[in-house]
């Protein structure tokens, strides 16, 4: 799959990709001789970054750092791309010297250690190989302020005995909003639903797929539920009483997505 970001730094690289969650400073925190994270408080402490994807949230430290990262490139020793979540003027300007593909606006979430990435400097795009892209809706029915959650069967092929919303695949090109008022119907036995809000896509990776989560927000005049084979488990909850519970990746905040803000 391709995830779409800023253009940065021009050129293709491609390498397997280190992840860190934490910034990173290239001054002190990397081996200006052998490319290795040397910062003990770094999460990718004692891995290279030579040849590989290094993805970060974003640099930190002196601006010296820039030429680090330049001099590391220049012998070798550097990633051969880098993807960030916010990029800096530390980062973009050591890539950019180093000439160093550069991508930011990237969702790190969605990628893992060891995933072989290409990055397009050019154009701003991130590929994901072995990677694949599932487009699913979450529902959500409220009725007198509760919202009904429900517990995923041992039956299904993910996330089995967690809570959800009504969920479902988006087959071919149909709309979401098909897809979901269908769902409702089939997973609930409830008829009638008014729509209140849809929120944007919200993307969450299991495995080597990435789901990209389309939520709705519906009324519906009944809290009688009848579940078919999916869902074991019905509640009517209200909105904070999720965050207690064992759920589907993200669901916190597909529902804040669709929920009146406060």
């Known amino acids: 799959m391709r995830l779409e970001g800023r253009a940065v730094s021009p050129g293709r690289g491609e390498g397997q990709a280190l992840v860190s969650n934490q910034p990173l400073s290239f001054l002190g925190g990397v081996d200006r001789d052998a490319g290795v994270v040397v910062d003990p408080a770094s999460d ?6 030579v040849g590989r994807t290094l993805a970060f ?17 220049k012998r070798n020793r550097g990633p051969a791309a880098i993807v960030n979540e916010r990029t800096d003027a530390i980062v973009a300007t050591g890539a950019i010297l180093g000439g160093i ?42 009725n007198r302020g509760r919202i009904l959650i429900v517990r995923r069967s041992q039956r299904v092929g993910t996330f089995r005995g967690s809570w959800s919303g009504i969920s ?11 897809r979901a008022l269908q769902e409702v119907r089939e997973e609930t036995g409830i008829a009638r639903a008014r729509l209140v809000r849809n929120g944007p ?22 809290r009688r539920v009848t579940l078919d084979w999916e869902n074991e488990e019905a509640r009517w909850v209200r909105p904070n009483e999720t965050a207690g519970l064992r759920t589907v990746p993200r669901i916190g905040d597909a529902l804040a997505s669709v929920l009146p803000k406060a």
Do not use: M, N
């Open 44 to 49: 990718i402490h004692g891995e290279s970054l």
């Open 57 to 73: 949230p974003h640099g930190k430290g002196s601006t010296v750092g820039s030429y680090v990262l330049y001099g590391l490139a």
């Open 101 to 142: 593909p550069l991508v930011d606006g990237i969702d790190l979430s969605l990628l893992r250690t060891g995933d072989s990435i290409v990055v397009d400097g050019g154009r701003g795009g991130v590929s994901l190989q072995g990677v694949s892209e599932r487009p699913v809706v979450t529902a959500f029915l409220r």
């Open 168 to 178: 479902g695949y988006i087959e071919g090109r149909e709309r979401p909003l098909h």
């Open 201 to 222: 896509v919200i993307r969450t990776r299991h495995e080597a797929v990435v789901f990209a989560i389309h939520p709705f927000l519906f009324d519906v005049p009944t």
